[in-house]
């Protein structure tokens, strides 16, 4: 059963197309929410990113280094890391999307790592390949670093005009921390 909310409270999220903010949430009401969120709920990410406090965790740049630019983000368990790329000695690694991949997604690891949060502890990965000619040669070695089916993350592959610095590829992920 869906709890009643009080008529102060705004629900909106942000899962196909609709969103949501949570505001004036008892404890209680959270966890009912979670509930019913663990139940089948579709906003489970969302109401996970809006309870609890948000806070940065300095860790070493991997990625491009901006004003603009944070590696991660955690919140309410919940741990965002920024798209990373093939940086390594502060410069872009050359060798094709196969090199790439594996430089993207060591720098994305260690970014993890610099959290404690570890590799199967992934929910979810974002790929952007700037050829999607490359989707193959990503698998090949994506599927070296997430081998087993019970902790493969879910993913998405987007094809994209471009990539900052020129890279092949770029990826991000939501991770339990």
């Known amino acids: 059963k869906i709890p009643d909310f009080p008529a102060k409270t705004a629900l909106r999220t942000a899962f196909c197309g609709a969103v949501v903010q949570?505001?004036?949430?008892?404890?209680?009401?959270?966890?009912?929410?979670?509930?019913l969120a663990l139940s089948g709920g579709a906003f489970a990410l969302a109401l996970a990113s809006y309870v609890g406090r948000r806070s940065?965790?300095?860790?070493?740049?991997?990625?491009?280094?901006?004003?603009?630019?944070?590696?991660?983000?955690?919140?309410?368990?919940?741990?965002?890391?920024?798209?990373?790329?093939?940086?390594k000695d502060g410069r872009l690694v050359g060798g094709g999307v196969a090199t790439q991949s594996?430089?993207?997604?060591?720098?994305l690891l260690e970014v993890l790592k610099q959290l404690g949060i570890a590799r199967d502890r992934i929910l979810k990965t974002t790929v952007y390949l700037s050829d999607i000619g490359d989707y193959s040669a990503f698998n090949?070695?994506?599927?070296?670093?997430?081998?087993?089916?019970?902790?493969?993350?879910?993913?998405?592959?987007?094809?994209?005009?471009?990539?900052?610095?020129?890279?092949?590829?770029?990826?991000e992920c939501i991770a339990m921390a």
Do not use: H
């Not at 949570?22 to 509930?35: G, H």
């Not at 603009?68 to 990373?84: E, K, P, R, T």
């Open 22 to 35: 949570l505001a004036m949430w008892s404890k209680p009401m959270v966890l009912s929410c979670v509930s």
């Open 56 to 87: 940065r965790k300095v860790v070493a740049n991997t990625g491009p280094t901006s004003k603009f630019y944070s590696a991660a983000q955690v919140c309410g368990g919940i741990a965002y890391v920024s798209g990373q790329v093939a940086i």
């Open 102 to 107: 594996e430089v993207a997604l060591d720098n």
């Open 140 to 171: 090949e070695v994506y599927t070296r670093y997430f081998t087993d089916d019970a902790t493969r993350p879910a993913r998405v592959c987007f094809a994209v005009k471009q990539l900052p610095l020129g890279a092949s590829v770029e990826v």
